[in-house]
């Protein structure tokens, strides 16, 4: 008779759990899926493909990708900060304008969608109303601090859309110029070029933000 050899059976590596599904962890992969794919190129079915789990699942914590898509933006304005007001308006407006700007590069392939929402939920509606509420105080009126609070935005919406998402993310020509053509038809732009380098970007909104301010401190509302 042969000996039979006795077959052991190797050990089984126990299986790590899976991390439990939260907004938390949907929001975090979320916002690195449209870093990856872009804010056109976002959908939960690719959410679920970085969770490992079906779509469906994420569904349970945000009823459709609308929801989601505010809950994000609901984030990124929540990560600004805005001092009530109180001496110094000056410096609290500059520390306010200041977060928002970082907030956007924070956020840069979101921001767009931050930059043209409505902001009609909870967390948006509180973030004017104390944009607001900071600008009223330095202001003569409502249509005073309405218009200020207009043309604030007007500033750090455009700022923020291209430092992100602006002329060197943005889409080119069929046929673009070389640099032969803008150095013969162009010296005006050759000779500003090198100050729209990223560089330059700090000093150039300040020059801009000094002068908005400037220009509501000297009461020009009329």
């Not at 991390?19 to 449209?34: D, T």
């Not at 969770?51 to 609308?66: N, R, V």
């Not at 956007?104 to 509420?133: C, D, K, Q, W």
């Not at 110029?177 to 162009?186: Q, R, S």
């Amino acid at each position: 008779m042969k000996a039979t050899k006795s077959l052991k059976k190797a050990p089984t590596r126990p299986v790590a759990p899976r991390e439990p599904l939260s907004r938390e962890r949907i929001l975090a992969a979320a916002l690195a899926v449209i870093d990856d794919e872009t804010l056109a190129g976002f959908s939960t079915r690719k959410l679920a493909a970085r969770l490992g789990c079906e779509a469906m699942s994420i569904y349970h914590h945000f009823p459709s990708k609308q929801h989601l898509l505010d809950a994000l933006v609901e984030r990124a304005i929540g990560s600004v900060e805005v001092p009530e007001p109180g001496p110094d308006l000056d410096a609290r407006l500059r520390r306010c304008v200041a977060s928002y700007r970082a907030m956007a590069r924070r956020y840069p392939t979101l921001f767009p969608l931050v930059a043209l929402h409505r902001l009609n939920m909870p967390v948006g509606v509180r973030f004017i109303e104390s944009v607001l509420r900071l600008v009223r105080a330095a202001a003569a009126d409502d249509e005073s601090a309405a218009r200020r609070f207009r043309a604030l935005g007007y500033y750090l919406i455009g700022a923020g859309l291209e430092e992100t998402a602006g002329y060197a993310r943005g889409p080119s020509a069929a046929e673009p110029v070389d640099e032969g053509y803008v150095a013969t038809h162009c010296p005006t732009l050759v000779a500003a070029a090198p100050y729209f380098q990223q560089r330059h970007w700090d000093v150039t909104f300040e020059y801009g933000l000094d002068r908005l301010l400037a220009g509501m401190a000297a009461g020009a509302d009329s």
